[in-house]
Nanobody, 124 residues
Framework: QVQLAESGGGFVQAGGSLRLSCEAS????????MGWFRQAPGKERGFVGS????????YNQDSVKGRFTISRDNKKNTVYLQMNNLKPEDTANYYC?????????????????WGRGTQVTVSS
């Protein structure tokens, strides 16, 4: 059974940093593309960034350009989201997701599996 478990969320002041982790189990992690999405109250779930099985990354440049970095450790079955210079508008529930079928990694519909999310709150 595929499971994704996010951790690392919390409260932080504007300008601070957090590192989110997503530990995967139940499948061959190294062969899956991974993505991070976020959802704020009253808003749709939006793409933050992704890392392919090859290590290639892409980001939502408009919202996280130069501030967020995604990485993966295949030995630990874990994908990370390093978030620096956080802003109040980054406040959201952050989800990781796994995809194996290819397709546009910016689209939530590409992903087959999802974690339950971890809350990030940034105060001004």
């Amino acid at each position: 059974q595929v499971q994704l478990a996010e951790s690392g969320g919390g409260f932080v002041q504007a300008g601070g940093s957090l590192r989110l982790s997503c530990e995967a189990s139940g499948y061959t992690f190294s062969s899956y593309d991974m993505g991070w999405f976020r959802q704020a109250p009253g808003k749709e779930r939006g793409f933050v960034g992704s890392i392919a099985w090859s290590g290639a990354t892409r980001y939502n440049q408009d919202s996280v350009k130069g501030r967020f970095t995604i990485s993966r450790d295949n030995k630990k079955n874990t994908v990370y989201l390093q978030m620096n210079n956080l802003k109040p508008e980054d406040t959201a529930n952050y989800y990781c997701a796994a995809a194996t079928s290819g397709g546009d990694l910016r689209r939530a519909s590409t992903y087959e599996y999802w974690g339950r999310g971890t809350q990030v709150t940034v105060s001004s």
